[in-house]
């Protein structure tokens, strides 16, 4: 089922977590990925189309700033139990796969992600570097089949606006993707 994220308040602080990381097996927290820029948490999972998508340009997106003192991070949160193909052992796969070099870790309890008020994946939150939210939404306006090309474009100009020390951005469109599956 395709949803939008939620609104979310810009400037709440980001909620702390201590999650498994599906390809360490280490627990990994908000401190260990913050960056000294700031830091993009993305909640994705493995099944979903839209994810699918833009998982090529997550990865460009984390390696071209990263660089650059920004942190990153993705989590899913998706019910293991419905869902087997997004349980911890597959999530490894993906991460694989995907060369991900950021962390991917799993919100089992799905505390992380009632916290953050995910509706969707993708779902983009990018915070400066007082861990205060800046920006929440989509990744760019690509979607599967809608002919635009995956360019990251709206979540580049956030990074690009923090790392400059320019005005974010005030046009913040909601991601679209599959809802969280829920427990």
Known sequence: ??????????????????LLDASTNNLIS????????????????NHCPFVKHVVEEMVRLANDYRIL?????????N???????????????????NHFT????????????????????????????AAELVYHGQLDDSR?????????RSVRGVLDALFNSRPIPQLQKPSVGCGIKWK
């Not at 019910?79 to 796969?97: T, V």
């Open 144 to 152: 599967p089949q809608n002919g635009i090309a995956v360019n990251g």
């Open 1 to 18: 089922m395709k949803l939008e994220s939620s609104q979310v308040e810009l400037g709440k602080k980001a909620p702390d977590f201590s």
């Open 79 to 97: 019910d293991a139990q419905q869902y087997p193909q997004d349980g911890l052992e597959h999530m490894w796969d993906f991460a694989r796969e």
């Open 30 to 45: 908000l401190a260990a990925v913050q960056g000294e820029r700031g830091t993009v948490v993305m909640f994705i999972c």
């Open 69 to 77: 003192g920004f942190g990153f991070v993705a989590i899913s949160s």
């Open 102 to 129: 950021f962390p991917y870790l799993y919100d089992e309890s799905q505390r992380v992600a009632k916290a953050y008020d995910v509706a969707c994946t993708p779902d983009f939150y990018v915070y400066d570097a």
